[in-house]
């Protein structure tokens, strides 16, 4: 093979890698995105949707008189399993890394003996109340800032209701569940008639009318 071929094979070879470079560097420009300012994606939410959010779940919790009108010790037992990784509930039964719970409903705050309460529940004093319980285990980090407690809480009110149904069951003399107030009890005693007209009864004829 003389020089002339050999010159016209790498001729080729020049312009193939050519050809290969330049079709590369073209696809690079057409087909590479543009770099971001920064990683990721900008989610666009509506502040209206989060706004009105925020009353919708504080609508959700009743009254805790409410909710333990309905409330199921049984179902309470099955829900309160997942306290059970921390807590007993049984009298006499020791300590875990929660205090002992047996007689829990209007006892004292951190009045476990022996039981290692954070300075927080310690500082908050009085006794545990329906209401205080209801409150504190939906959220223990809102209700007793700096408590040790750990537990996320349990946001449904019907839950938290059966739970404290169950734990006043594990009493000695399980206190009376607190009543929800008769909605009928502040009505007026005379209601107006329709058309604004009395409801009153008339005197009868002849009768003197009332000072």
Not at 102 to 107: D, F, Q, S
């Amino acid at each position: 093979m003389d020089s002339f071929e050999l010159n016209k094979i790498a001729g080729a070879v020049l312009f193939t890698c050519l050809a290969v470079l330049t079709l590369n560097i073209t696809a690079s420009a057409v087909f590479t995105p543009p770099k971001l300012d920064k990683p990721g994606y900008d989610i666009a939410v509506p502040e209206t949707a989060v706004q009105e959010a925020a009353p919708a779940a504080g609508a959700q919790d009743q009254p805790v008189e409410v909710v333990l009108a309905s409330a199921d010790p049984k179902r309470g037992e099955t829900a309160a399993k997942k306290c059970a990784t921390c807590h007993t509930f049984g009298k006499g039964e020791p300590n875990k890394v929660g205090p002992n719970l047996h007689n829990v409903i209007n006892r004292a705050k951190a009045s476990v003996p022996g039981f290692n309460y954070s300075a927080a529940l310690k500082a908050k004093g009085g006794t545990w109340t329906f209401d205080d319980i209801y409150h504190f285990i939906a959220n223990p980090k809102a209700f007793v800032p700096g408590t040790n407690m750990s537990f996320a809480g349990i946001p449904r009110p019907s839950e938290r209701g059966d739970i404290i149904a169950f734990l006043n069951g594990q009493s000695d003399s399980p206190a009376a569940l607190p009543k929800a107030a008769d909605a009928g009890a502040t009505a007026p005693a005379a209601a107006a008639a329709p058309g604004g007209a009395s409801t009153t009864a008339a005197p009868p004829p002849g009768a003197a009318p009332k000072q």
